[in-house]
């Protein structure tokens, strides 16, 4: 079982930065392949980026790549996104993920445990 809080979402001008965290508890949270989805309203979960449990495998959604860079520490038991040259398309609540499955995995179906949720908003 794998609790998941993401924060550090916020608002934010066009062409800026924020980094996203997600803090997990309980047990084997290195053996978790980790993603960041995104969501707006009235559309289903956005894959945006994925990390394996040594961080030495990563994914990006192609509208993300060069700007978001993923990563975790393992001993601090955290995910982050760092974002970057953001633009108004990227606002959306964004979600943090964990999976037992051992591919790289890019829809949200086969990911057991999700994070609350963080609000970013992007002003032009």
């Known amino acids: 079982q794998v609790q998941l809080v993401d924060s550090g979402g916020g608002l934010v001008q066009a062409g800026g930065s924020l980094r996203l965290s997600c803090a997990a508890s309980?047990?084997?949270?290195?053996?978790?392949?980790m993603a960041w989805f995104r969501q707006v309203p009235g559309k289903g979960r956005e894959f945006v980026a994925f990390?394996?449990?040594?961080?030495?495998?990563?994914d990006y959604a192609d509208s993300v790549k060069g700007r978001f860079t993923i990563s975790r520490d393992n001993a601090k038991n955290t995910v982050y996104l760092e974002m970057n040259s953001l633009k108004p398309e990227d606002t959306a609540v964004y979600y943090c993920?964990?999976?037992?499955?051992?591919?790289?995995?890019?829809?949200?179906?086969?990911?057991?445990?999700w994070g609350q949720g963080t609000q970013v908003t992007v002003s032009s």
């Open positions: 309980g047990r084997m949270f290195e053996t978790y392949r």
């Open positions: 993920a964990a999976t037992s499955r051992i591919a790289v995995v890019t829809t949200p179906g086969p990911y057991d445990y």
């Open positions: 990390i394996s449990w040594s961080g030495g495998t990563t």
